[in-house]
């Protein structure tokens, strides 16, 4: 099933018809989920991919033989895509480990009164957008990107596939307190540092590890060994599929990479927008690679986390 020019509205919010169709998208809200689930909830190109192979590490306590083995599709399948049935049938992992982009307000009622470890992984938006705009260029199932400001508007006004970045954060992070079961955990925590990270996944997980295994996590899970793992770069999607001569699916994952794309003025209408739109949120980002040292530097000093 091809649909690389499909695509699918539901709720309205676009989604890639080579992925999705209605009857997927519906099932998904209706999924039982059980209590044991870990669910991986994340807007596009937020570090999804990165917090799938924490995961499958921190599961497997160190040991990369599936990470090394089995498609990371397969090992935290989407559960919004036509393929989630079929994969379910086929990799049975204990316990299961799911992936979504779904935003809360649809996928919210599914997960009320489950016991299900959720672990929602976001990304300051600038750099979302820009990784975006890349994945576009070589994934042949979106439609191709114009201009980075005019993809940056769109991106802005909520009119790309997936929905509004606003919408999908404030959502999910506006469970916090309510939620007992939800972890909030940046991609810049991971970037910053990743020893940490694994630590506070571990914990939420109930997967205590020993210091050598979480030293065994890391050194499998920073970027330059995802990026040469084949099961984790996409790498084995069919040229039809992905462009990989375009570029890749990994390209730096760094923090920052922003300042690449933006001029000062894009800049400035995207800060008005985005005050404007998270005015009333609390949450804190790193913009730049730059603020690592200082961020390192106060590790020690105890302070109230408003990102988590």
């Known amino acids: 099933m091809a649909r690389l020019d499909v695509a699918e509205t539901f709720h309205g919010i676009l ?16 999924f039982p989920f059980q209590d ?30 599936v990470s090394q083995t089995v498609p990371n599709w397969a090992r935290a399948p989407w559960l919004e895509q036509i393929y989630f049935p079929a994969i379910q049938a086929t990799y049975n992992s ?30 300051n938006p600038k750099d979302v957008v820009v990784s975006f705009f890349h994945f576009h260029k070589i994934a042949n199932f979106f439609p191709e990107a114009d201009s980075f400001p005019e993809f940056l508007n769109r991106f802005l006004e909520g009119k790309l596939h ?18 007992n079961n939800l972890l909030h955990i940046t991609y810049e925590d991971m970037s910053l540092d990743l020893h940490g990270a ?3 996944v571990s914990s939420h997980l109930e997967i205590p590890l ?18 040469d793992n084949k099961m984790a770069n996409y790498t084995l999607i069919d040229e039809e599929i992905i462009n990989h001569g375009k570029g890749s699916f990994m390209r730096n994952g760094k923090i920052g990479d922003w300042k690449n794309m933006f001029t000062e003025e894009l800049n400035q209408y995207f800060q008005s927008i985005f005050e404007a739109k998270m005015k009333d949120c609390t949450l804190e980002y790193v913009w ?21």
């Open 210 to 227: 020993l210091e050598e295994e979480v030293s065994n996590c890391v050194k499998h899970c920073i970027f330059s060994s995802m990026k």
């Open 36 to 65: 044991t689930d870990i669910v991986i909830v994340s807007y596009p190109k937020s570090g999804t991919t990165w917090m799938q192979e924490i995961v499958t590490f921190i599961s497997s306590r160190g040991d990369p033989h």
């Open 288 to 308: 730049e690679e730059q603020q690592k040292e200082e961020t390192q530097a106060n590790e020690q000093i105890p302070r109230k986390n408003t990102a988590l």
């Open 198 to 200: 694994i630590q506070k």
């Open 94 to 123: 204990t316990p299961r480990v799911i992936t979504t982009h779904l935003p809360h307000h649809l996928l919210g009622p599914a997960l009320q009164g489950s016991k299900a470890k959720v672990i929602y992984v976001s990304r």
């Open 15 to 30: 989604f890639p018809g080579h992925l999705h169709t209605q009857d997927s998208l519906q099932l998904a809200l209706k």
């Open 162 to 179: 997936y929905g509004s970045w606003f919408d999908h954060i404030k959502g999910w992070t506006g469970q916090i307190g309510t939620m």
